[in-house]
Antibody
Framework: EVQLVESGGGLVQPGGSLRLSCEVS????????MHWVRQAPGKGLLWVSR????????TYADSVKGRFTISRDNAKNTLYLQMNSLRAEDTAVYYC?????????????WGQGTLVTVSS | SSELTQDPAVSVALGQTVRITCQGD??????ASWYQQKPGQAPVLVIY???DRPSGIPDRFSGSSSGNTASLTITGAQAEDEADYYC???????????FGGGTKLTVL
């Protein structure tokens, strides 16, 4: 059974940092692209970042570029999102999602999400 | 970067057919995918590529595309189909993802 479990969310002050993790199981992690998607309270989905299978290529939404870093450890079956210089507008539930294939941009499995709250 | 536009809300009578649309320039080059999200839950992929359904998704869900518009059709809507629906695509100008603003479907 495919599972994605996020962790690392919480309350952080503006300007602070947080690292999210997404531990996966039930599939060969190193074969798949992975994405982060977020959802602000009461709002829609927003694509945040993606990483290719071996971690050599990444892209980001303009709103987080230069502040967030996506990475992965294929030996640990874990995806990460390092978030720096956090702002109030980064407050959201953050989901990790598996790309159905290699760069399909279809998200076939999602974690349950982890809430990040940026507030003083 | 590109945008995807969806109607904010749509309603359908129980058992009737409803179409949810998504418009955007990227859809001229890439197929959309569609996600169902119920309150407090993670999104679920319901349609992807030309008209593919993941295992476990009922066949009353179907997708189509023409020009810059993608559509999700639910034929014989059920009460459990009441949810928010989001379309998504790859941005046609760069290697990024985009989502539509979402459509809240009410089953009457």
């Amino acid at each position: 059974e495919v599972q994605l479990v996020e962790s690392g969310g919480g309350l952080v002050q503006p300007g602070g940092s947080l690292r999210l993790s997404c531990e996966v199981s039930g599939f060969i992690f190193s074969n798949y692209w992975m994405h982060w998607v977020r959802q602000a309270p009461g709002k829609g989905l927003l694509w945040v970042s993606r990483i290719n299978s071996d971690g050599s290529s990444t892209t980001y939404a303009d709103s987080v570029k230069g502040r967030f870093t996506i990475s992965r450890d294929n030996a640990k079956n874990t995806l990460y999102l390092q978030m720096n210089s956090l702002r109030a507008e980064d407050t959201a539930v953050y989901y990790c999602a598996r790309d159905l294939g290699t760069s399909s941009w279809y998200f076939d499995y999602w974690g349950q999400g982890t809430l990040v709250t940026v507030s003083s | 970067s590109s945008e995807l536009t969806q109607d904010p809300a749509v309603s359908v009578a129980l058992g009737q057919t409803v179409r949810i649309t998504c418009q955007g320039d990227s859809l001229r080059n890439y197929y959309a995918s569609w996600y169902q999200q119920k309150p407090g839950q993670a999104p679920v992929l319901v349609i992807y590529a030309k008209n593919d359904r993941p295992s476990g998704i009922p066949d009353r869900f179907s997708g189509s595309s023409s020009g810059n518009t993608a559509s999700l059709t639910i034929t014989g809507a059920q009460a459990e189909d009441e949810a928010d629906y989001y379309c998504s695509s790859r941005d046609s100008s760069d290697n990024r993802g985009i989502f539509g603003g979402g459509t809240k479907l009410t089953v009457l």
